[in-house]
């Protein structure tokens, strides 16, 4: 503990009390036309002052601390071995996945109907980060609009069955499609962009989308949104009380069984997770083709890809325009589970919880993003009591995971060799 | 041609320019030097905007009212905190990450960005907190009749705050020791740390400056729309973004161009067109500046080596 420690420690105190007790200790009330102030309560003055003496004490025994919690071992169980083959690897996968698989299914029929539902959303939360992976984590580009495809998707339903009285099965593909479609033509002009530009870019135009959907009044409700979206039917059975459509059976008059709102929320949970395992193997199986090689290659070395004969904006628009496509599916889901939309389910915060959980599990790492799709869903629900302080934890979270473990919680690992370094 | 209606979207247009122009010049000079975008920009003005409300309500508290003294003691509490938040989320934030991966830094102010919002909505409520009117009036132009042209004391106080800043920072960058080292460091930063600069320390004064001009934006702006919520950085720091990318990402005067066309152009959208479709605009032609001209208007053209 040496002088330069002390007052780099005493500054390091002093910034937090400036950027802390201004905003956190002196509130602003209304006083009719014009604004007074009041002091906090107590309890946020003694914390302000607890947290610049943590600040304080921390900063002086930093030397110290790092060099021990240097010494640690890192609990990085992965790292020593070397990577399965990749057959050892499907095969494990394989029988992982089936069972998760198989387990899902059944489990809706024990649970309560908030847990399905809360269920429901994480398959629909899964489907979207496998498709974002595709984009960021194995073709490298940054999207940070991922949310207006989701947005096509469900509002392609919404206006669909609407206007023209279409079912679910058939507005899911064609929202899938005009989602792609939506990718294939923003796509087109700006993937020429390097990554950051690529990233705003991306932005701007889901920004775009969120205020067309807005301000459309005359055609999409604007704030107020599209209600009354119906629910998928099982060839042709409904699953209402009563039948919506001539010619329509109800589900539980066909079945004789007495009538019950959980086997709707039964019903669609097991559509997700149709729809999220279908995403999980076609990418999967993407991934071992020859374009998800160019993906990946691209996103290594794009000059030594490209020298090697790989067409730069087809690899790029292949990855974006599926991505895109599968953000479509979730939202065709995510429109019929909720029964009603409106721009305000697909903000920017949307699109970086979704750029969250890819980066959170690892990006490429299929297993990694969607245990980080369970992770960022379910943790927040079982944090109710802190609801207020939810986003606040989410933001902070986002920045210690880069900073400790910037490469997710489950990295994806390929067989490759490290060249040693030339003295 | 230039008839009254059109002045005023101009006169409108500028100032709201004026404003985004200084918040760009954050985000330009941080790309310039370590080429991250810093998300947490736009929360940074945001909150020279709260801490210029709350000075502002405790001097009225105290019982000052004198306009210049209010205005600077104002401008000094919100730069003295948001230069200091500028200072911790780089250290906390950035410095950790800076050199790893490109998405890594990113994200890592996507948090930031998310975290600050929610800090400020935590402590000061998600209300929108009017601010008082500091001074009234102006001046108005043309035939009483028809269309009049005004040009109010506030929008003059913004140009004048905006020119004194701008002028201050382009002698900083041009006269100063730490002006010429930040100037190195944006050129190549491993070479000027082997030339003996701090590259640490010039990379948090980049933070610091940015985050003092976004302050003077956030009690400028929040005196002009009169009133502010701790959501309004987002859009002013997208928009600021767009102005700096408009302008030639990393180039200072690139930025203030940037600012200038942006505000215009928008406020010409919202006299002519619609007020709702304003932002479509501003994206719509960063959109199209990046397509057909990714250097921005005043950017050096970048050479891909190999």
Same mark, same amino acid.
């Given at each position: 503990?040496?002088?330069?420690? !002390?007052?780099?420690?005493?500054?390091?105190?002093?910034?937090?009390?400036?950027?802390?007790?201004?905003?956190?200790?002196?509130?602003?009330?209304?006083?009719?036309?014009?604004?007074?102030?009041?002091?906090?309560?107590?309890?946020?003055?003694?914390?302000?002052?607890?947290?610049?003496?943590?600040?304080?004490?921390? $900063?002086?025994?930093?030397?110290?601390?790092?060099?021990?919690?240097?010494?640690?071992?890192?609990?990085?169980?992965?790292?020593?071995?070397?990577?399965?083959? &990749?057959?050892?690897?499907?095969?494990?996968?394989?029988?992982?996945?089936?069972?998760?698989?198989?387990?899902?299914?059944?489990?809706?029929?024990?649970?309560?109907?908030?847990?399905?539902?809360?269920?429901?959303?994480?398959?629909? +939360?899964?489907?979207?980060?496998?498709?974002?992976?595709?984009?960021?984590?194995?073709?490298?580009? @940054?999207?940070?609009? *991922?949310?207006?495809? +989701?947005?096509?998707?469900? +509002?392609?339903?919404?206006?669909?069955?609407?206007?023209?009285?279409?079912?679910?099965?058939?507005?899911?593909?064609?929202?899938?499609?005009?989602?792609?479609?939506?990718?294939?033509?923003?796509?087109?002009?700006?993937?020429?962009?390097?990554?950051?530009? @690529? %990233?705003?870019?991306?932005?701007?135009?889901?920004?775009?989308?969120?205020?067309?959907?807005?301000?459309?009044?005359? /055609?999409?409700?604007?704030?107020?949104?599209?209600?009354?979206?119906?629910?998928?039917?099982?060839?042709?059975?409904? !699953?209402?009380?009563?039948?919506?459509?001539?010619?329509?059976?109800?589900?539980?008059?066909?079945?004789?069984?007495?009538?019950?709102?959980?086997?709707?929320?039964?019903?669609? *949970?097991?559509?997700?997770?149709?729809?999220?395992?279908?995403?999980?193997?076609?990418?999967?199986?993407?991934?071992?083709?020859?374009?998800?090689?160019?993906?990946?290659? @691209?996103?290594?070395?794009?000059?030594?890809?490209?020298?090697?004969? /790989?067409?730069?904006?087809?690899?790029?628009?292949?990855?974006?325009?599926?991505?895109?496509?599968?953000?479509?599916?979730?939202?065709?889901?995510?429109?019929?589970? $909720?029964?009603?939309?409106?721009?305000?389910?697909?903000?920017?915060?949307?699109?970086?919880?979704?750029?969250?959980?890819?980066?959170? #599990? #690892?990006?490429?790492?299929?297993?990694?993003?969607?245990?980080?799709?369970?992770?960022?869903?379910?943790?927040?629900?079982?944090?109710?009591?802190?609801?207020?302080?939810?986003?606040?934890?989410?933001?902070?979270?986002?920045?210690?995971? =880069?900073?400790?473990?910037?490469?997710?919680?489950?990295?994806?690992?390929?067989?490759?060799?490290?060249?040693?370094? $030339?003295? | 041609?230039?008839?009254?209606?059109? @002045?005023?979207?101009?006169?409108?247009?500028?100032?709201?320019?004026?404003?985004?122009?200084?918040?760009?010049?954050?985000?330009?000079?941080?790309? #310039?030097?370590?080429? =991250?975008?810093?998300?947490?920009?736009?929360?940074?003005?945001?909150?020279?905007?709260?801490?210029?409300?709350?000075?502002?309500?405790?001097?009225?508290?105290?019982?000052?009212?004198?306009?210049?003294?209010?205005?600077?003691?104002?401008? /000094?509490?919100?730069?003295?905190?948001?230069?200091?938040?500028?200072?911790?989320? &780089?250290?906390?934030?950035?410095?950790?990450?800076?050199?790893?991966?490109?998405?890594?830094?990113?994200?890592?102010?996507?948090?930031?960005?998310?975290?600050?919002?929610?800090?400020?909505?935590? %402590? $000061?409520?998600?209300?929108? =907190?009017?601010?008082?009117?500091?001074? &009234?009036?102006? !001046?108005?132009?043309?035939?009483?009749?028809? !269309?009049?042209?005004?040009?109010? *004391?506030?929008?003059?106080?913004?140009?004048?705050?905006?020119?004194?800043?701008?002028?201050?920072?382009?002698?900083?960058?041009?006269?100063?020791?730490?002006?010429?080292?930040?100037?190195?460091?944006?050129?190549?930063?491993?070479?000027?740390?082997?030339?003996?600069?701090?590259?640490?320390?010039?990379?948090?004064?980049?933070?610091?400056?940015?985050?003092?001009?976004?302050?003077?934006?956030?009690?400028?702006?929040?005196?002009? +729309?009169?009133?502010?919520?701790?959501?309004? #950085?987002?859009?002013?720091?997208?928009?600021?973004?767009?102005?700096?990318?408009?302008?030639?990402?990393?180039?200072?005067?690139?930025?203030?161009?940037?600012?200038?066309?942006?505000?215009?152009?928008?406020?010409?959208?919202?006299?002519?067109?619609?007020?709702?479709?304003?932002?479509?605009?501003?994206?719509?032609?960063?959109?199209?500046?990046?397509?057909?001209?990714?250097?921005?208007?005043?950017?050096?053209?970048?050479? &891909?080596?190999?």
């Amino acid at each position: 503990m040496n002088a330069a420690n !002390f007052k780099h420690a005493l500054f390091c105190a002093f910034i937090t009390l400036i950027i802390s007790y201004p905003i956190l200790g002196l509130n602003l009330v209304s006083a009719g036309t014009s604004m007074g102030l009041e002091g906090a309560s107590t309890v946020t003055i003694i914390g302000i002052f607890m947290a610049v003496a943590v600040v304080f004490l921390f $900063q002086l025994c930093r030397d110290s601390a790092m060099a021990k919690l240097g010494q640690l071992p890192r609990p990085d169980f992965t790292s020593n071995r070397p990577p399965m083959t &990749e057959k050892t690897r499907l095969k494990i996968q394989n029988i992982v996945i089936l069972t998760i698989i198989l387990g899902a299914s059944l489990w809706p029929f024990i649970a309560s109907r908030g847990s399905i539902d809360l269920a429901t959303l994480v398959l629909i +939360y899964i489907m979207l980060a496998l498709g974002l992976n595709v984009v960021v984590g194995l073709a490298g580009l @940054l999207d940070l609009g *991922y949310v207006a495809f +989701y947005a096509v998707g469900a +509002y392609t339903f919404a206006l669909l069955s609407q206007y023209f009285g279409v079912s679910f099965w058939f507005a899911l593909p064609v929202g899938a499609l005009l989602a792609a479609l939506f990718g294939l033509a923003l796509g087109f002009p700006v993937l020429r962009l390097r990554g950051d530009y @690529l %990233a705003i870019v991306t932005l701007g135009f889901g920004e775009i989308i969120r205020i067309l959907l807005n301000n459309w009044t005359s /055609l999409t409700g604007g704030p107020n949104g599209i209600g009354g979206i119906p629910d998928p039917t099982l060839f042709g059975l409904e !699953f209402g009380r009563r039948i919506k459509e001539e010619g329509n059976l109800s589900f539980h008059e066909f079945f004789g069984i007495a009538y019950d709102s959980t086997h709707k929320v039964i019903f669609l *949970y097991l559509i997700a997770l149709v729809l999220a395992a279908l995403t999980f193997f076609a990418v999967r199986r993407l991934m071992q083709m020859p374009v998800g090689r160019s993906w990946e290659a @691209l996103r290594e070395d794009e000059i030594a890809a490209r020298s090697l004969g /790989l067409s730069r904006t087809g690899v790029k628009l292949s990855a974006f325009t599926i991505g895109a496509f599968f953000a479509g599916f979730a939202g065709t889901v995510f429109a019929s589970k $909720q029964g009603f939309i409106s721009p305000e389910s697909f903000v920017f915060l949307e699109s970086a919880i979704i750029l969250a959980i890819v980066v959170l #599990g #690892g990006m490429g790492s299929q297993f990694g993003v969607i245990l980080a799709a369970i992770a960022v869903t379910i943790l927040p629900e079982l944090a109710r009591e802190f609801s207020e302080y939810r986003m606040l934890i989410f933001g902070a979270a986002m920045v210690l995971m =880069m900073v400790w473990r910037p490469q997710g919680l489950m990295p994806m690992r390929r067989i490759h060799i490290e060249l040693e370094k $030339q003295e | 041609m230039l008839d009254s209606y059109f @002045l005023q979207q101009l006169i409108n247009g500028l100032t709201i320019g004026s404003a985004y122009a200084l918040i760009a010049i954050g985000y330009t000079m941080v790309y #310039g030097i370590i080429g =991250m975008i810093n998300f947490a920009h736009g929360e940074i003005y945001m909150i020279g905007a709260y801490t210029s409300l709350i000075v502002i309500s405790g001097l009225a508290a105290l019982g000052i009212a004198w306009l210049p003294v209010v205005l600077i003691v104002a401008l /000094l509490g919100a730069v003295i905190v948001s230069s200091s938040m500028g200072w911790a989320v &780089e250290r906390v934030a950035y410095r950790p990450v800076r050199g790893r991966h490109r998405l890594i830094p990113l994200i890592s102010a996507i948090g930031m960005s998310i975290f600050l919002q929610n800090y400020v909505h935590l %402590a $000061q409520g998600s209300r929108n =907190m009017g601010f008082p009117t500091l001074m &009234e009036g102006g !001046f108005t132009f043309g035939d009483a009749g028809s !269309f009049q042209t005004s040009l109010s *004391y506030i929008q003059i106080t913004i140009f004048v705050i905006t020119l004194i800043c701008m002028a201050a920072l382009s002698v900083f960058i041009a006269r100063s020791k730490t002006g010429r080292a930040c100037r190195a460091v944006s050129q190549d930063l491993g070479m000027s740390s082997l030339l003996g600069i701090n590259t640490n320390r010039i990379i948090a004064t980049t933070f610091v400056i940015g985050a003092a001009l976004a302050a003077v934006a956030g009690l400028l702006l929040g005196m002009y +729309y009169g009133s502010i919520d701790p959501l309004f #950085g987002f859009i002013a720091g997208l928009k600021a973004f767009t102005a700096a990318v408009l302008g030639g990402i990393g180039s200072i005067p690139g930025a203030m161009l940037g600012g200038l066309i942006l505000g215009v152009s928008e406020s010409m959208t919202s006299g002519y067109l619609s007020g709702e479709y304003k932002d479509v605009v501003s994206f719509g032609l960063l959109i199209l500046i990046l397509l057909f001209k990714p250097t921005g208007l005043l950017g050096k053209p970048e050479v &891909e080596k190999i």
